[in-house]
């Protein structure tokens, strides 16, 4: 069964006309979707990206609203900074852009836009490359460039935007497609999982919060209510036995789950995931789903200050400025929660600082980021996820598992974070290396075979004398 990480959108909207029967959702519902996907998407491509929307559109978001993209209409507004679309003219999304926080849709009253409201200090990394774009200088990663942005002449399509290679803190060869660079914001999609649990982490090493801990979520707090049990381990490890669906495995059940619903239909993500009974005891099953995920987002907003202006500072302050991230930016929804689960937009760069900040266990310019051993325990192989490779929030290959063995040139202590359509931020901690991969996929399981390759190559040339 084709597996994708993330919220199993593309089969959510294949299965719009069956959601007012098969779902819980009624067809007004669903049928407003994909038009919100389509206005959010489009509205952060072109006002946090600064991307060309017919291309974006046309490559990134047609072919996942492919089942009903003929009813489909939309509008970019620069003057206003929003994007609004339409389903059949009945149904109209308006996403607007607010600055840091990226786009939101439109449902209902917003808080002021969160601001950067204190002095950024100087990054405790070091810059990894000079302004301009770093050709590679051995021949044999000029070629795994190459490979990495060949492209078919007919779909499916990989449409490679990026590929930065970091060895040892600097980068030694990168490419971009046309129309980007190394200062263009590309959608993480679910490496923004691997952002989430590195916020979750420093609240732990602040003392502000205990992976053991029953998860602190008000709606949980009846005595007698089951969800009490589920920890902030649980939903680290996708093991809360909530019954909120499946994000990886696609199918009618799943495509009309809330898992599949709550990325664009919710103004309150959080809210509407914790209202959902247990389907499974906690910390017995393993599940990926964006629930969890969203739930650990809720956390840490109501850890930092409770509303967006303290995630934006809490964000900043204590990773995106000490790691040199220029231009990250984590969307958050109406409610003030991060979109934890699928929504980073950061340069190739930035997902690059953030893989070095991974590599080295938290540490950067000799100042501790994360709790001791935090990478570690993220990516240690969780139970249940043996057909994945799964750890808390990263995927991995450490331990033996059937994910392990899909990836056969990547080597055994190397992890992930990754995202629909191809997006990897891949570390090596035994080659010193991190390899990043944008784009738009649409091959199978996400390009991992071209990945995988990649990465071999890369090995293969850096472990080989120069040429």
Same mark, same amino acid.
């Given at each position: 069964m084709p597996l994708r990480p993330t919220a199993g959108l593309s089969l959510a909207l294949a299965v719009l006309p069956l959601a007012a029967c098969a779902g819980p959702l009624n067809l007004p519902r669903a049928a407003a979707t994909p038009t919100h996907m389509a206005a959010h998407q489009l509205c952060s491509a072109v006002f946090v990206a600064g991307l060309e929307p017919e291309r974006y559109y046309?490559?990134?978001?047609?072919?996942?609203?492919?089942?009903?993209?003929?009813?489909?209409?939309?509008?970019?507004?620069?003057?206003?900074?929003?994007?609004? +679309?339409?389903? +059949? &003219?009945?149904? $109209?999304?308006?996403?607007? =852009?607010?600055?840091?926080?990226?786009?939101?849709?439109?449902? #209902?009253?917003?808080?002021?836009?969160?601001r950067i409201d204190t002095p950024r200090p100087a990054p405790l990394l070091a810059p990894i490359a000079g302004s301009d774009v770093v050709a590679p200088a051995d021949p044999r990663l000029a070629a795994a460039l190459d490979h990495a942005f060949a492209e078919a002449d007919k779909a499916p399509h990989r449409y490679t935007k990026a590929v930065v290679v970091v060895r040892d803190g600097r980068v030694i060869a990168e490419r971009y497609a046309p129309g980007y660079g190394p200062q263009t914001p590309i959608h993480g999609w679910s490496m923004t999982k691997s952002v989430t649990s590195t916020l979750v982490g420093i609240l732990v090493r602040q003392g502000r919060l205990t992976v053991d801990q029953p998860a602190p979520v008000p709606e949980w707090q009846a005595p007698a209510d089951p969800r $009490?049990?589920?920890?902030?381990?649980?939903?680290?490890?996708?093991?809360? &036995?909530?019954?909120?669906?499946?994000?990886?495995?696609?199918?009618?059940?799943?495509?009309?789950?809330?898992?599949?619903?709550?990325?664009?239909a919710e103004p309150d993500m959080g809210a509407f995931?914790?209202? =959902?009974?247990?389907?499974?005891?906690?910390?017995?099953?393993?599940? =990926?789903?964006?629930?969890?995920?969203?739930?650990?987002?809720?956390?840490?907003?109501?850890?930092?200050?409770?509303?967006?202006?303290? @995630?934006? $500072?809490?964000?900043?302050?204590?990773?995106?400025?000490?790691?040199?991230?220029?231009?990250?930016?984590?969307?958050?929804?109406?409610?003030?929660? /991060?979109? &934890?689960?699928?929504?980073?937009?950061?340069?190739?760069?930035d997902w690059a600082r953030l893989g070095l900040l991974w590599m080295d266990d938290g540490v950067v310019g000799g100042e501790r980021i994360l709790p001791e051993g935090w990478i570690y325990y993220s990516t240690r192989l969780t139970p249940g996820s043996e057909r994945f490779g799964y750890g808390a929030q990263f995927w991995t290959n450490r331990g033996a598992s059937a #994910?392990?063995?899909?990836?056969?040139?990547? /080597?055994?202590?190397?992890?992930?974070?990754?995202?629909?359509?191809?997006? =990897?931020?891949?570390? @090596?901690?035994?080659?010193?290396?991190?390899?990043?991969?944008?784009g738009d996929a649409y091959t199978a399981l996400d390009d991992i075979a071209a990945v995988d390759r990649l990465v071999g190559e890369v090995i293969a040339a850096t472990d080989a004398p120069a040429a």
């Open positions: 046309r490559e990134a978001v047609a072919t996942n609203v492919a089942p009903v993209k003929a009813f489909l209409s939309h509008h970019v507004d620069r003057e206003h900074g929003e994007v609004t +679309a339409s389903f +059949a &003219g009945m149904i $109209r999304s308006r996403a607007i =852009y607010r600055g840091e926080t990226g786009c939101v849709v439109v449902q #209902g009253k917003l808080p002021p836009a969160p $009490r049990a589920i920890t902030v381990a649980n939903l680290l490890h996708m093991q809360s &036995g909530l019954d909120v669906g499946d994000s990886l495995t696609i199918g009618l059940k799943d495509a009309v789950s809330p898992s599949s619903q709550v990325l664009f995931i914790a209202k =959902y009974p247990l389907s499974a005891t906690p910390g017995s099953r393993f599940t =990926y789903a964006n629930g969890d995920t969203l739930l650990l987002s809720r956390i840490v907003r109501d850890k930092v200050g409770g509303d967006g202006q303290a @995630v934006l $500072r809490f964000a900043h302050a204590e990773l995106f400025d000490k790691l040199g991230l220029e231009h990250a930016v984590l969307e958050q929804d109406a409610a003030g929660t /991060p979109i &934890g689960s699928s929504h980073m937009w950061a340069s190739a760069r #994910g392990a063995r899909n990836r056969p040139h990547m /080597p055994p202590d190397s992890f992930m974070a990754r995202g629909a359509h191809g997006q =990897y931020t891949i570390v @090596v901690p035994s080659k010193r290396l991190v390899v990043v991969r944008l």
